[in-house]
Every structure is written in structure tokens, then in C-alpha cells.
């Protein structure tokens, strides 16, 4: 009886590992199936949600803004290559009057990294006047940037700027906040090929969170006051 009860005890904590291994596979295989099932979902709905809002830069219908998405600057304070060219897209549709003023958006949560303020050194230094040219600094991502051109800066109509890899879901995000809203892409800076890799990969993962803040509505991470910068740029003589 004893070697039988030993037998019977020894087996459970084995029976129960088993068990528990594979709920925990069948959890792992839930999630990515989900989480699969999210992104592909994503991609169909930014995808639907950009078709005949994506344009070349030369057929882009004008616009009264260009709302150029924030990307990385350097210690050294100058745009990384992926900023730099989403700037002078902007650039160019100014200088060709497809816009009047251009809302650069961006990361300045930290007093030492500031890609708003060095996008407009950079636009400036270019040629373009400052009076043309307003600043959002809590453009922490895309839907942030999105939510607040059109609740903080009342951009009604606007063409969104950035790699073409990222269009669709930025004209996305901004449609979805009551903008509307036209894009260019850049793809001149494929040459930089891991850079542009990782931000391929990464993209899949952006397309999940923004389902997800379309979804709950969220409000952008800060919000403030009501802002008449880019009225101003886009009335400026």
C-alpha cells in the first residue's frame, strides 16, 4: 500500500506539469494566433482606410497644411536621413504651392531632444520662412500627432508626410481623427537598407496599437490648450 500511495503521489506533480506545459503552449499559440489575426486585420483596415488618400508628389492635391510626422534626430542636432527627407517633401510642396504652411510634429518630452524645434532649423536654414512653419512637441507617435493636428491645432484638411512604408497607416490614424487627409511617401531612403528593415518590422507592430487606439479613443498623451499656430502659418503673407 505504501510503495502504492508513494507511486500515486510521485505521479501527480508530473501529471500537473504536463498539464500546465501544455496550457501554456496552447496560451502561447492563442496569442500569436490573435495577435496575427490583429496585424493582418490592421493591414486591411489602414489599407482600405488609405486607398485613394495616397499620392506622388506631384499629383497630390493641394492642401492648406502638410503635417510632417516626426522621426529621429541626432545628438548633434541634426534629422536623421528619414526626417530630413520627409522635410523636404514638405519643402518642395510649399515652394510649389500645394500647401501654404507645414505643422512639423514630434518628440520634445526631453529638454535635450527636440525634433520639432530641429525640424524647423532645418526648414528655415532652407529657405522656408519661419512665419510658415508650426510646431506640435507632443507628437510622441503617429495617432498623438494625428489627435492633435485636429484637437489642438484644428487642422482640418492636411497632407501627411513620411516613408512610404508608414503612409498608409498615417493617413489611416488621421482620417480616423477627423482630418482630412491626403499623403506623399518617401522611399529615397531605402538606400539605407537595415534602417529601413527594422522600420518595415516594426510597422507590423504599429499597425496593432493603432487598431488599439482607434478602437478605445484614447486621448493623446498630452493634450493642453487650444493652439492658432497653424492658422496663423497658413494666413501669414
Partial sequence: MALTRTGIVGRVPIISRR????????????????????????????RAAAQGHVYSEADVPAAPVALVLGAEVYPDGSPSPFLAARLDIARRLLDAGKVKAILVSGDHSRWEYDEPGMSEVYLVARGVPASRVALDYAGF????????????????????????????????????????????????????????????????????????????HRDPVFLGRQETTVHDAVAAP
Fill in 141 to 216: 507617435d503617429t495617432y498623438d500627432s494625428c489627435a492633435r493636428a485636429g484637437r489642438i491645432f484644428g487642422v482640418r484638411q492636411a497632407i501627411v508626410v513620411t516613408q512610404t512604408y508608414h503612409l498608409d497607416r498615417a493617413v489611416a490614424l488621421c482620417r480616423s481623427q477627423g482630418i482630412e487627409a491626403t499623403g506623399v511617401g518617401d522611399d529615397s531612403v531605402k538606400i539605407y537598407q537595415e534602417p529601413w528593415r527594422n522600420s518595415v518590422i516594426r510597422e507590423r507592430g504599429a499597425i496593432v496599437k493603432a487598431v488599439t487606439d482607434v478602437i478605445s
Fill in 19 to 46: 498539464r500546465l506545459l501544455r496550457l501554456a503552449v496552447l496560451a502561447v499559440v492563442l496569442t500569436v494566433a490573435v495577435g496575427g489575426l490583429t496585424s493582418a486585420g490592421g493591414e486591411l483596415w489602414t
